[in-house]
């Protein structure tokens, strides 16, 4: 665990959950599997203290930011493991897609849909 | 995304910008279209699950819990026997079959809610955890330093009240029910309600004071 000492990052941060989209969406998918009874709310608790209990650093910045994108990438990291652990989606096949999206980002003029097909290597 | 332009121009592309995943936006894409491929999720569902957890479930609902434990004896009991079906019997239900607990705070002992391990947290009456409840300091320090902790949340209490913290499960969730304000006698539940904040029912703040305006 962390310095005793570390101040507690913005206690006036007010409503703010998600600072990107990709957290929302992995805040979705956790529940939403978890209702679709891919596995128990149980788990997933000890597929997230995992996660957030590895000796992963602490971040230095103090703003609620930095935490909230540690916090949301254990979230991640706990999520692509359990559907791992319950054969749902193969850690291999999602990283091939995942950097399918980025070549299929990286073939499309900003402010053009992203579409997967794009990013298919031929 | 503005891009080195240096590079750019190497490449002879100088206004040629395109789009950029970073790692985290591209391992949830990717997921989601395999799940959804899989037929394992419905993507529409997503976006009712966000707009539940971002706009219907808040700590309005813990709010009026409080406000009716204060006003009615018989709920306040109730709460205390079997807090999960009282607050189930609000309409308050929470998803993933967790218990709840209520821990009242008295002029002896004042009670504050943490998760040490990650963030379970009663998301049925307080919506989502912010962002400190999240976070390794506070979920470390809570139990170290609770009174510290308070100061830092501009709360002291009196030398002779006992800190109570209470570390959540995936279980067990906990609601804390902050004392009544003095001179509230005669108020509605609604104007009760108004009163209660979602850090007093964490513990990390008290009930407002409706004379001044400021914490009790």
Redesign the interface.
């Given at each position: 665990m962390s310095d005793a000492r570390l101040p507690i990052p913005g206690p006036d941060a007010g409503d703010l959950h998600f600072f990107a989209p990709w957290q929302a969406k992995a805040f979705a998918l956790t529940v939403h599997l978890h209702e679709k009874g891919a596995f128990s709310w149980t788990e997933w608790a000890e597929a997230l203290s995992e996660r957030i209990g590895s000796d992963r650093p602490a971040p230095d910045a103090q703003s609620p930011q930095a935490h909230a994108e540690a916090y949301w990438r254990d979230w991640l990291d706990a999520l692509l493991g359990l559907v791992q652990v319950k054969g749902l989606a193969e850690a291999a096949l999602i990283e091939e897609a995942a950097r399918t999206w980025q070549r299929a980002a990286e073939a499309t003029p900003h402010g053009t849909p992203i579409a997967y097909e794009a990013g298919l290597e031929h | 995304?503005p891009h080195d332009h240096s590079h750019d121009d190497l490449h002879g592309h100088p206004h040629?910008?395109?789009?950029?995943?970073?790692?985290?936006?591209?391992?949830?894409?990717?997921?989601?279209?395999?799940?959804a491929d899989?037929g394992?999720?419905?993507p529409g569902?997503?976006?009712v699950?966000?707009d539940t957890?971002?706009t219907r479930v808040?700590p309005r609902n813990g709010a009026r819990v409080v406000a009716r434990a204060w006003t009615d004896p018989d709920f306040a009991q109730a709460l205390r026997d079997d807090a999960t079906a009282a607050i189930h019997g609000m309409g308050f239900a929470g998803?993933?079959?967790?218990h709840l607990t209520a821990v009242f705070n008295t002029p002896q002992d004042h009670n504050m809610v943490v998760c040490t391990?990650?963030?379970?947290y009663p998301w049925s009456v307080l919506?989502?955890?912010?962002?400190?409840y999240?976070?390794?300091?506070?979920?470390?320090?809570a139990v170290?330093?609770p009174r510290g902790?308070l100061a830092?949340?501009g709360v002291t209490l009196p030398e002779g009240t006992a800190i109570r913290v209470w570390d959540s499960?995936?279980?067990m969730r906990y609601l804390v029910i902050p004392m009544r304000p003095e001179g509230t006698e005669g108020f509605s539940e609604d104007q009760l309600a108004d009163l209660v904040s979602r850090?007093s029912m964490i513990g990390?703040a008290l009930a407002t004071t409706p004379a001044t305006g400021e914490a009790a």
């Amino acid at each position: 665990m962390s310095d005793a000492r570390l101040p507690i990052p913005g206690p006036d941060a007010g409503d703010l959950h998600f600072f990107a989209p990709w957290q929302a969406k992995a805040f979705a998918l956790t529940v939403h599997l978890h209702e679709k009874g891919a596995f128990s709310w149980t788990e997933w608790a000890e597929a997230l203290s995992e996660r957030i209990g590895s000796d992963r650093p602490a971040p230095d910045a103090q703003s609620p930011q930095a935490h909230a994108e540690a916090y949301w990438r254990d979230w991640l990291d706990a999520l692509l493991g359990l559907v791992q652990v319950k054969g749902l989606a193969e850690a291999a096949l999602i990283e091939e897609a995942a950097r399918t999206w980025q070549r299929a980002a990286e073939a499309t003029p900003h402010g053009t849909p992203i579409a997967y097909e794009a990013g298919l290597e031929h | 995304m503005p891009h080195d332009h240096s590079h750019d121009d190497l490449h002879g592309h100088p206004h040629d910008d395109h789009s950029h995943l970073d790692d985290e936006t591209a391992r949830v894409m990717a997921l989601e279209k395999l799940l959804a491929d899989k037929g394992l999720i419905d993507p529409g569902a997503l976006d009712v699950i966000l707009d539940t957890y971002e706009t219907r479930v808040g700590p309005r609902n813990g709010a009026r819990v409080v406000a009716r434990a204060w006003t009615d004896p018989d709920f306040a009991q109730a709460l205390r026997d079997d807090a999960t079906a009282a607050i189930h019997g609000m309409g308050f239900a929470g998803r993933q079959g967790e218990h709840l607990t209520a821990v009242f705070n008295t002029p002896q002992d004042h009670n504050m809610v943490v998760c040490t391990l990650c963030s379970c947290y009663p998301w049925s009456v307080l919506g989502l955890p912010p962002t400190w409840y999240k976070s390794a300091p506070y979920r470390a320090r809570a139990v170290s330093d609770p009174r510290g902790v308070l100061a830092e949340f501009g709360v002291t209490l009196p030398e002779g009240t006992a800190i109570r913290v209470w570390d959540s499960t995936a279980e067990m969730r906990y609601l804390v029910i902050p004392m009544r304000p003095e001179g509230t006698e005669g108020f509605s539940e609604d104007q009760l309600a108004d009163l209660v904040s979602r850090d007093s029912m964490i513990g990390t703040a008290l009930a407002t004071t409706p004379a001044t305006g400021e914490a009790a």
